[in-house]
């Protein structure tokens, strides 16, 4: 038997920051309609301190804050605090788990996603899949004597930062940290930070020209995707770096690359399966016999198997479709997310999209790509009210400016870090060149060049040249007449190009 029935003109699912940004964009654009927000959390997620740091980039705050708080502020907006039981789009009808039903014109799906764990439901496997959580999860360590982290994106990269008083395994599946934002180079950049006691003065600024070749130099072909394959860097690219080899760059970090997990065994199983598990690494010849005891063994795809208390799953998300699919036929992308086009629209009629739940099925700009972020999290959800809001006005409306070039502000190590355009060299194939300056212990800096023209950028440090070279990814000016004087510290290029 059906509950009570409400009626709104525009109806939200999810708390975060995607469907909070969302409702309040509808909210003050429609100050006389109710907004319906669902969500299973009785907190939401609010930006707190947004600063517009450039053109494309954005620094803001995240804060929980209860519901209430954001009802205050948006009188119209109603927070229902109810997971979502089933959505039936060709009736325009939303069922939450409390047994209420909801009829709306406009509805906008921002359900998030959750951690990809790498075992479902074993105790001893944490998922973690925002610094949220991973702020949260240090608390949990006080306990922890040996802790595995698998995992290569910003997350585990924090996480392993973070971690004091407790060793560390950290299995990674490719050959160098931080895979998902960084090259090689960059990661090599900020090792040092993970032992450094006291600041490091910095050596003498070194300029590198890479051409894209012999890949095997970084990159094993067998291992590493096509698609996923960075640049290579030259063999010198360490030169001035001064590299303690990726062993052991801390006394109690030790690194497992090119390696996934292949089982957990809860301490009984391993018992009986009569194996030997490992001691923490101390040097590149040990492989002495753990006489400990542990709660649980993680088997590497190497043949390795250590001991620990827990394990932390971070390899990334999944977008969070399942409870809207029952019923509906939704386009879904490769990577599971609900397709959204360039107005933010699912397929099907009135129910759009947005945040880490959509895939981004338009034609994207050359220098725009599609990332998991609460940056975009949050542009997308402003974005996709606009054009609910244009929908229900008749009116058109153009693409944001937001998806005109990808720009993230992050820290990473305690270093700004900033990644603009395809940073990484995303899909731009082999025809492509790297410039690289570095100061050890100051800064790193990594264009992306193609035909003379700057595709993308890693900034790490206070370099101020976050402005300079988002304009010159933003109107692809010709650079080949700089040559490498494009990155040389003593010529200010903010100069060329005011």
């Known amino acids: 038997m059906a509950g009570p029935v409400a009626r709104g003109r525009f109806a939200v699912v999810g708390g975060g920051i995607a469907g909070v940004t969302c409702a309040e964009k509808l909210a003050a654009e429609f100050p006389s309609e109710d907004i319906f927000l669902m969500t299973a959390s009785p907190v939401i997620k609010a930006v707190t301190n947004f600063k517009q740091v450039s053109k494309t980039l954005e620094e803001f705050d995240i804060e929980e804050q209860p519901s209430s708080l954001l009802e205050k502020r948006y009188p119209n907006i109603r927070v229902i605090q109810s997971g979502v039981k089933q959505l039936k789009s060709d009736e325009h009808k939303i069922y939450t788990e409390d047994g209420k039903e909801y009829i709306y014109e406009k509805l906008c799906l921002c359900a998030g996603a959750k951690p990809k764990l790498i075992v479902e439901g074993n105790p001893y496997v944490l998922g973690i899949r925002d610094t949220d959580s991973a702020q949260a999860f240090q608390k949990n360590l006080a306990q922890a004597e040996r802790i595995v982290v698998v995992g290569n994106g910003g997350i585990a990269l924090e996480l392993v930062y973070e971690i004091q008083g407790c060793e560390v395994i950290w299995a990674i599946k490719d050959r160098a940290i931080g895979n998902t934002f960084f090259d090689a180079g960059a990661a090599e950049f900020l090792i040092p930070k993970l032992t450094a006691e006291s600041r490091e003065t910095p050596i003498e600024c070194k300029r590198t020209k890479y051409m894209v070749e012999g890949m095997e130099v970084y990159e094993d072909r067998s291992t590493a995707a096509p698609d996923k394959l960075g640049s290579a860097l030259g063999p010198d690219w360490h030169e001035g770096l001064h590299l303690k080899g990726t062993k052991e760059f801390s006394h109690k970090v030790h690194i497992e690359i090119l390696c996934e997990v292949k089982k957990i065994h809860l301490q009984q199983e391993f018992i009986q399966l009569q194996q030997t598990s490992l001691t923490f690494p101390k040097g590149e010849k040990n492989v002495e016999p753990d006489e400990v005891l542990w709660p649980v063994y993680v088997e590497l795809t190497n043949g390795k198997i250590y001991g620990c208390n827990f394990i932390v799953s971070a390899t990334g998300v999944v977008p969070n479709i399942e409870p809207f699919l029952h019923g509906n036929n939704f386009a879904v992308g490769e990577d599971g997310g609900l397709k959204v086009d360039k107005h933010m629209h699912t397929s099907l009629p009135d129910v759009y999209a947005a945040g880490d739940i959509c895939t981004a099925a338009w034609e994207p700009s050359p220098v725009w790509h599609q990332m998991r972020l609460w940056t975009q999290a949050r ?120």
């Open 379 to 498: 542009q997308m959800g402003w974005y996709a009210a606009k054009c609910m809001v244009a929908d229900a006005l008749g009116e058109s409306i153009d693409m944001d400016f937001s998806f005109e070039l990808f720009a993230h502000v992050t820290k990473f190590f305690n270093y700004k870090v900033v990644v603009l355009g395809k940073y990484n060299a995303q899909g731009l194939g082999s025809d492509h060149e790297l410039m690289l300056r570095c100061t050890k212990g100051h800064e790193y800096v990594k264009v992306v060049m193609q035909n003379g023209r700057m595709m993308g950028a890693v900034l790490i440090g206070e370099t101020d040249l976050e402005e300079t070279f988002e304009n010159l990814i933003l109107n692809q000016m010709d650079l080949s007449a700089y040559g490498e004087d494009l990155l040389n510290p003593d010529i200010d290029i903010e100069d060329y190009f005011d």
